[in-house]
Nanobody, 126 residues
Framework: VQLQASGGGLVQAGGSLRLSCAASGLTFSRYDMGWFRQAPGKKREVVSA????????YYADSVKGRFTISSDNAKNTVYLRMNSLKPEDTAVYYCAALQGDYERGVPRRSYEYDYWGQGTQVTVSS
Protein backbone atom coordinates (compact mmCIF):
# COMPACT_ATOMS: atom_id res chain seq x y z
CA VAL A 1 0.00 0.00 0.00
CA GLN A 2 1.23 3.46 -0.88
CA LEU A 3 -0.26 6.82 -0.03
CA GLN A 4 1.20 9.83 -1.83
CA ALA A 5 0.25 13.20 -0.40
CA SER A 6 0.73 16.39 -2.36
CA GLY A 7 -0.52 19.94 -2.69
CA GLY A 8 1.13 21.60 0.25
CA GLY A 9 2.93 24.89 0.01
CA LEU A 10 3.30 28.41 1.30
CA VAL A 11 0.19 30.56 1.38
CA GLN A 12 -0.84 33.80 3.03
CA ALA A 13 -3.42 33.85 5.78
CA GLY A 14 -6.89 33.78 4.28
CA GLY A 15 -5.71 31.79 1.29
CA SER A 16 -6.62 28.32 0.11
CA LEU A 17 -4.92 25.05 -0.74
CA ARG A 18 -6.13 21.66 -1.86
CA LEU A 19 -4.26 18.63 -0.65
CA SER A 20 -4.44 15.35 -2.53
CA CYS A 21 -3.63 11.84 -1.41
CA ALA A 22 -3.33 9.23 -4.13
CA ALA A 23 -3.64 5.65 -2.93
CA SER A 24 -2.38 2.48 -4.56
CA GLY A 25 -2.15 -1.15 -3.57
CA LEU A 26 -5.57 -1.25 -1.92
CA THR A 27 -9.23 -1.34 -2.87
CA PHE A 28 -9.71 2.36 -2.29
CA SER A 29 -13.51 2.29 -2.18
CA ARG A 30 -13.34 0.01 0.87
CA TYR A 31 -11.02 2.19 2.92
CA ASP A 32 -11.76 5.00 5.32
CA MET A 33 -9.41 7.90 4.78
CA GLY A 34 -8.15 10.51 7.18
CA TRP A 35 -6.07 13.65 7.23
CA PHE A 36 -3.87 14.41 10.19
CA ARG A 37 -1.38 17.18 10.88
CA GLN A 38 1.60 17.73 13.09
CA ALA A 39 3.09 21.09 13.92
CA PRO A 40 6.62 21.43 15.34
CA GLY A 41 6.69 20.47 18.99
CA LYS A 42 3.08 19.30 18.97
CA LYS A 43 1.35 15.96 18.84
CA ARG A 44 -0.16 14.66 15.65
CA GLU A 45 -3.85 15.56 15.52
CA VAL A 46 -6.76 14.57 13.39
CA VAL A 47 -8.00 17.14 10.90
CA SER A 48 -10.70 15.30 9.01
CA ALA A 49 -11.81 11.82 7.99
CA UNK A 50 -14.28 10.20 5.64
CA UNK A 51 -16.00 6.85 5.87
CA UNK A 52 -16.04 4.48 2.90
CA UNK A 53 -19.24 2.88 4.19
CA UNK A 54 -21.58 5.84 3.87
CA UNK A 55 -19.46 8.86 3.07
CA UNK A 56 -19.93 10.38 6.50
CA UNK A 57 -17.27 12.81 7.55
CA TYR A 58 -15.57 14.14 10.64
CA TYR A 59 -13.90 17.49 11.17
CA ALA A 60 -11.87 18.78 14.05
CA ASP A 61 -13.50 21.81 15.65
CA SER A 62 -10.56 23.95 14.63
CA VAL A 63 -11.23 23.41 10.91
CA LYS A 64 -15.02 23.08 10.76
CA GLY A 65 -16.50 25.38 8.18
CA ARG A 66 -13.12 25.98 6.54
CA PHE A 67 -11.92 22.55 5.39
CA THR A 68 -13.74 20.01 3.24
CA ILE A 69 -12.77 16.38 2.75
CA SER A 70 -13.84 14.46 -0.33
CA SER A 71 -12.88 11.30 -2.13
CA ASP A 72 -12.90 10.14 -5.74
CA ASN A 73 -13.06 6.36 -6.04
CA ALA A 74 -12.38 6.51 -9.77
CA LYS A 75 -9.05 8.24 -9.08
CA ASN A 76 -8.24 6.45 -5.81
CA THR A 77 -7.70 9.87 -4.31
CA VAL A 78 -8.85 11.72 -1.22
CA TYR A 79 -8.76 15.50 -1.09
CA LEU A 80 -8.69 18.13 1.60
CA ARG A 81 -9.83 21.54 0.48
CA MET A 82 -8.57 24.15 2.92
CA ASN A 83 -10.04 27.64 2.84
CA SER A 84 -9.53 30.68 5.06
CA LEU A 85 -6.20 29.35 6.17
CA LYS A 86 -4.70 30.63 9.40
CA PRO A 87 -1.10 30.65 10.63
CA GLU A 88 -2.07 28.02 13.20
CA ASP A 89 -2.86 25.64 10.35
CA THR A 90 0.86 25.46 9.61
CA ALA A 91 1.94 21.83 9.92
CA VAL A 92 2.94 18.73 8.03
CA TYR A 93 -0.24 17.13 6.78
CA TYR A 94 -0.49 13.36 6.51
CA CYS A 95 -3.09 11.16 4.89
CA ALA A 96 -3.92 7.76 6.32
CA ALA A 97 -6.02 4.75 5.40
CA LEU A 98 -7.94 2.13 7.33
CA GLN A 99 -10.13 -0.64 5.99
CA GLY A 100 -13.75 0.38 6.33
CA ASP A 101 -16.15 -1.11 8.82
CA TYR A 102 -19.90 -0.60 8.62
CA GLU A 103 -20.21 -0.90 12.39
CA ARG A 104 -17.56 1.66 13.24
CA GLY A 105 -17.97 5.38 13.12
CA VAL A 106 -15.64 7.61 11.17
CA PRO A 107 -12.17 6.79 12.55
CA ARG A 108 -10.55 9.80 14.11
CA ARG A 109 -7.67 8.42 16.14
CA SER A 110 -4.26 8.02 14.60
CA TYR A 111 -3.69 4.61 16.15
CA GLU A 112 -6.70 3.24 14.29
CA TYR A 113 -5.08 3.77 10.90
CA ASP A 114 -2.95 1.14 9.22
CA TYR A 115 -1.30 3.02 6.39
CA TRP A 116 0.26 6.47 6.23
CA GLY A 117 1.54 8.79 3.55
CA GLN A 118 4.79 10.70 3.73
CA GLY A 119 3.33 14.10 4.59
CA THR A 120 3.15 17.42 2.81
CA GLN A 121 4.14 20.73 4.37
CA VAL A 122 1.59 23.52 4.68
CA THR A 123 2.89 26.91 5.78
CA VAL A 124 0.54 29.82 6.34
CA SER A 125 2.13 33.23 6.71
CA SER A 126 0.50 36.04 8.63
Amino acid sequence: VQLQASGGGLVQAGGSLRLSCAASGLTFSRYDMGWFRQAPGKKREVVSAISSSDGSTYYADSVKGRFTISSDNAKNTVYLRMNSLKPEDTAVYYCAALQGDYERGVPRRSYEYDYWGQGTQVTVSS
